[in-house]
Every structure is written in C-alpha cells, then in structure tokens.
C-alpha cells in the first residue's frame, strides 16, 4: 500500500495503473490521507489524470485528514499549477463535495490556501479564484469568531491580492451581505509601535506562505527594526532561523514591509533596488507624493 502511495504522488498516471485495483479508490493510510489526497500532489497533469481515475472509481472528493485538510488544499497547495488541468479538476472536487469553507492549520481555508502563495500574481491565478468563488456553498466569513474569516484574512495579504480581495468584496454585496470593517486598512498608524503590530499581523500571514518561523529583524545595530520614510513606516523582518545564525541558505529573499501612514493596505518592497527607490517607484505607480511631517 506504500507504494501505491508513493506512485500516486511521484509517479506517471501509466505507472500508477500498473499497481492500481480499482477497489483501492478509496483506500486511507495510518496518517488518515486519501489515495485521492496523495495523487492530488503530483505535478500537472498526472495528477489530473490519476485523480479523474480515482474519482471515476467513486473515491471521495469530501474526504478530509485529521488535520482537517481537503482534497481542495492539496491541489491548490502545490508548488506548481496548471490552470488547463488543474481547473476543471478543482471545479470537479467541488461539485463531488469537497468544502470549501474547511479551514486546516496552518493553511486555513481552501481559497485562502492559494492566496497565500505570494509566488503567484493574481492575473495567474484567476482561473482557479472563477472556480473557488463559485463553490457550492462558499462563505467568505468563514471560519466564525473568534477565528480570522477568510476575508479578513485576505486583506492582510495587501496589495498582492488587491484583487481578489475586491472580488470577495464584490460577492458580499451581490449576496446582499455586509463587508465586514477592517481596522488595519483605514486605521492611522501613526507611530512605529503601531506599525510594529500591523508588521507583526503580516508576518502571521507570511509564516503560512514560507512554511518557517519569521520575526522582526531586532538586535543588529545596523538595521533599523522600523524606519520612518515620511508617509510610509518600512519594518524590517527575516526567517528566525536567519537572524539567528546569519546563514544566508536560511534567509527568506524578500523585502521589507512598508506600512502607509494613512492606513492604507501594507505592501511587500522588492529586493532589486534601495529602500528609497522602491518606495519612489511605489508612489508613481499609485499616485502618491510623498507626504510631509
């Protein structure tokens, strides 16, 4: 049966029918995952091919682990996606019953599962946000308190989902339902211990995406935790395992978190120029002069 497993996720959809019996479709190991949960973490497109098999042969697209993930989490966990493939297979997932409200720690639920990965611009991914928005029984302000709503969630992620987040926006309205208020977007922050907590927020977010332990970059005299540039604070953070020991095979390559003045969404600076440059750039592409003291 291991190796079944180990086929179903590593291996070519000829080679997993070599060993398949169909009446393994539904067959779970001593960890509680599917033979469905494990083809579905194959790369595109044997895993579509080998989940359409499984599916063909009634295994449960509801399933769920006792760690509370779904055949939808896996699927859009991935590293890599394949929306010729991959799409029709999540629509399928839905259709045959997976929830898509489930929330699993740390990738909560399916929709925010695929928003998390940062990797992705949103003009990637839409053809999967057309199939999760459309989900059977979808609620966006699910989980309920006091846990973070999908949502609320999604508005932490910034500008790098901005659209998506207007989309969920969108759908609250047309289901005549209320756009929850979000303190952190509209709020002031108008001193670094307040930018300090907006960063500490993102960084709960962003341990999700990068799967390791961040932290603010505190106790190097030559970083400054949080800086002021005007009408932005930029907060500076890395893997805790980096800090630490300064081995830069365990650094996190990404930037520093620039948190508006005016409350406005928080946004991820690149690594490609200097601070100052970046966030130039930032206010041509929005619009914003530089605000005074």
């Known amino acids: ?4 497993w180990f086929v179903a996720k590593r291996r070519t959809y000829e080679q997993f029918l070599e060993i398949y019996d169909p009446a393994q479709a539904n067959a779970v190991d001593r960890a509680g995952s599917t033979l469905l949960h494990a083809a579905l973490a194959n790369k595109p497109p044997e895993r579509s091919r080998i989940a359409g098999r499984l599916l063909d042969d009634g295994a449960d697209a509801a399933a769920v682990t006792a760690d509370g993930v779904t055949t939808a989490h896996v699927l859009l966990g991935g590293p890599r ?17 997976c929830d898509p409200n489930q929330a699993s720690e740390p990738f909560g639920t399916p929709l925010l599962t695929l928003a998390r990965q940062l990797k992705f611009i949103d003009e990637a991914l839409t053809p999967f946000y057309d199939v999760l928005l459309e989900a059977p029984g979808l609620d966006v302000l699910a989980p309920p308190p006091p846990a973070r709503s999908t949502f609320e969630a999604l ?8 659209a998506l987040t207007d989309r969920v926006r969108a759908l609250l309205r047309a289901q005549g339902r209320q756009v929850p208020p979000v303190p952190s977007a509209v709020a002031r922050v108008d001193d670094a211990a307040a930018a300090r907590r907006v960063a500490l927020a993102v960084l709960d977010e962003l341990e999700r995406e990068y799967a390791v332990p961040l ?3 505190e106790g190097d005299p030559e970083v ?4 002021d540039h005007g009408d932005v604070w930029v907060v500076s953070w890395n893997s805790v395992e980096y800090l630490r020991t300064r081995d830069f095979s365990r650094q996190v390559l990404a930037g520093p978190i620039a948190v508006p003045k005016d409350g406005s969404r928080w946004l991820m600076l690149g690594t490609a120029l200097p601070v100052d440059e970046e966030l130039r750039e930032w206010r041509a592409a929005t619009g914003r002069g530089r605000a005074s003291e």
């Open 81 to 97: 996606h394949d929306a010729a493939t991959d799409v029709p297979l999540l629509r399928r997932l839905f259709e045959c019953g």
């Open 1 to 4: 049966m291991t190796d079944l």
């Open 155 to 162: 508005v932490l992620l910034g500008d790098r989902r901005a």
């Open 215 to 217: 932290a603010l970059w």
């Open 224 to 227: 400054e935790v949080v800086s």
